[in-house]
C-alpha cells in the first residue's frame, strides 16, 4: 500500500532528546503530523523527552493564530510535548524570537573567528549581481564584494551577517540514508560565485540555519529527525556545529509524501491539513496509525498499532529511504477499527456518538437525527 524501500540499520539508542520545530506559517499537514508523531515516539520509545519548539524568527512569514493552531493540533492527537510553549521546562525560552541574544553573540563568535563576515551589499546590487550572472547562464551566488568588509563600513550600518562558506562542507552520516557527501563548490568558488548563506539578517533577527544549530545544541537535542525537504541544509548546520566545536547530534531525515501520481502532497488532491481531518469526524488515533505507516515498516502482523504499541515498537531501523505515496482508503480502514474499538466497550463511546451525530445534522440535518439512535452501533460493525 505504501512505497518504501531497503531497511536499514541503525545504532541502538539511549533516551533521546528530540524536537518538534515547526514555524508557525501556517496549518499543521500530514507531513508535520508524522514528523511530530516520529520524534514523539522516539523519545517516549527511548525513555526520553520530546520538545516543542517554534521556529518564529521570520517574522514576514509568521501567520496570526498558527501557534495556537500547532499546540491545538498537537494535544488533539495526543502528541503532548515535555518542554516548550505553555509548559516550559529548564532549557527555554522555547519560541526562537526570544532567543535572538544567545543567537546574536554566536554569530559574532564566528565573526571573531573568521567562520562569518559582515555584508554591507544594498539589496539592489545584490539583484544586479544575479541578474548579470543569470543572464550569462551562471550561478547567482554572492561574488563576496564584503568578505574583506570595505573599511568605511562599521557594525552600525545596514549589513547582514554572512557564513563564509568552505569548498567543501563536511561528509555526515544519516541514521537512514547512510554517509551523505555534498558536492564541492570549487567550481563556482573558480569563477566567484559563493554560497555564503545569510545566517543573520538585516532586522538583526537569525535565520533559519543559525537558530536552528544553536538552539538544537543548547536543547540538548540528541536526534534530528525531520524531512528530507531539510537535507540540503544539513551540510551547512554539520559545518556550523564544527565551527563552534560542537558535537552535532544524529540526523535521521524522513521522504515526503506524495499523491498516488508521486507529485508532492497538495490541497490539489485531497485534503492534507489535520484541521480538514478533524472537521470530517477522523479520529485522532487512526490518523495517527496512518501517518506512521509513511515511511516507517514494522515488524509486527497488524497494521493497526495504536500510541502505545507504535511508542513499543517505533525504531530508527524501520524507517525507510524514499518518499511515500499516501493512499487514503488506508485511512477509512483505520477509522473503521478505532471507530469500533471506541464504541464497542471502549471509554470513547460518548465521544464517537457524539462525532456522528454532529455530521448528521451538518450533511443531513436535524430531521434524520432520530434516525441514529437506531443505526448507532451498525455504522461501526
Ligand atoms: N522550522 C523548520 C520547519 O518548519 C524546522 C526544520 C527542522 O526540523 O530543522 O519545519
Not at 498537537?74 to 535572538?100: C, H, I, K, M, N
Not at 551566488?141 to 545596514?158: F, G, K, V
Not at 536552528?212 to 536543547?219: I, S
Request: proline share 5%; aromatic share 10%.
Amino acid at each position: 500500500m505504501f512505497s518504501n524501500s531497503v531497511i536499514r540499520a541503525s545504532s541502538a539508542i539511549t533516551p533521546a532528546r528530540t524536537r518538534f520545530a515547526p514555524s508557525p506559517t501556517g496549518y499543521l499537514h500530514l507531513g508535520s503530523l508524522r514528523t511530530a508523531l516520529f520524534n514523539y515516539l522516539l523519545a517516549k520509545g527511548t525513555g526520553g523527552q520530546f520538545l516543542l519548539r517554534i521556529e518564529d524568527t521570520d517574522k514576514k512569514r509568521t501567520v496570526e493564530g498558527a501557534e495556537e493552531g500547532i499546540f491545538d493540533t498537537l494535544r488533539w492527537a495526543g502528541l503532548q510535548w515535555d518542554e516548550g510553549p505553555l509548559v516550559g521546562g529548564e532549557f527555554g525560552p522555547y519560541r526562537q524570537s526570544e532567543r535572538t541574544e544567545l543567537h546574536r553573540k554566536h554569530v559574532d563568535i564566528l565573526l571573531e573567528e573568521g567562520h562569518a563576515y559582515r555584508c554591507y551589499c544594498a539589496p539592489q546590487r545584490l539583484e544586479a549581481l544575479a541578474l548579470t550572472r543569470k543572464h550569462s547562464g551562471q550561478s547567482t551566488d554572492y561574488d563576496r564584494h564584503c568578505l574583506n568588509s570595505p573599511p568605511t563600513a562599521s557594525a552600525a550600518e545596514p549589513h547582514v551577517v554572512r557564513l563564509k562558506a568552505p569548498v567543501q562542507y563536511p561528509a555526515y552520516h544519516d541514521l537512514v540514508y547512510g554517509t551523505i557527501t555534498p558536492g564541492a563548490q570549487s567550481h563556482d568558488h573558480a569563477i566567484g560565485a559563493f554560497e555564503d548563506p545569510i545566517l543573520l539578517k538585516s532586522d538583526g533577527m537569525p535565520t533559519y540555519h543559525l537558530a536552528n544549530v544553536v538552539d538544537d545544541h543548547f536543547m540538548n537535542i540528541t536526534h534530528v529527525l525531520r524531512a528530507t525537504e531539510w537535507m540540503p541544509s544539513t551540510p551547512k548546520h554539520v559545518h556550523l556545529y564544527s565551527c563552534f566545536g560542537w558535537k552535532p547530534p544524529k540526523f535521521v531525515h524522513v521522504g515526503l509524501l506524495q499523491d498516488t501520481q508521486g507529485k508532492k502532497l497538495s490541497k490539489r488532491t485531497g485534503d492534507v491539513f489535520i484541521s480538514e481531518f478533524r472537521e470530517k469526524g477522523y479520529l485522532p488515533e487512526a490518523l495517527n496509525n496512518f501517518v506512521a505507516l509513511m515511511g516507517w515498516s514494522h515488524a509486527g502482523e497488524s497494521d493497526i498499532l495504536d500510541i502505545q504499541k507504535l511508542v513499543e515498537q517505533f525504531s530508527i531501523d524501520g524507517l525507510t529511504t524514499g518518499n511515500t505515496k499516501v493512499e487514503f482508503g488506508k485511512l477509512d480502514y483505520l477509522q473503521k477499527q478505532y471507530a469500533r474499538n471506541r464504541v464497542m466497550g471502549g471509554s470513547g463511546d460518548k465521544e464517537i456518538l457524539d462525532a456522528v451525530e454532529a455530521q448528521v445534522r451538518k450533511r443531513f440535518g436535524e430531521k434524520y437525527l432520530p434516525y441514529l439512535q437506531k443505526l448507532q452501533i451498525s455504522l461501526f460493525v
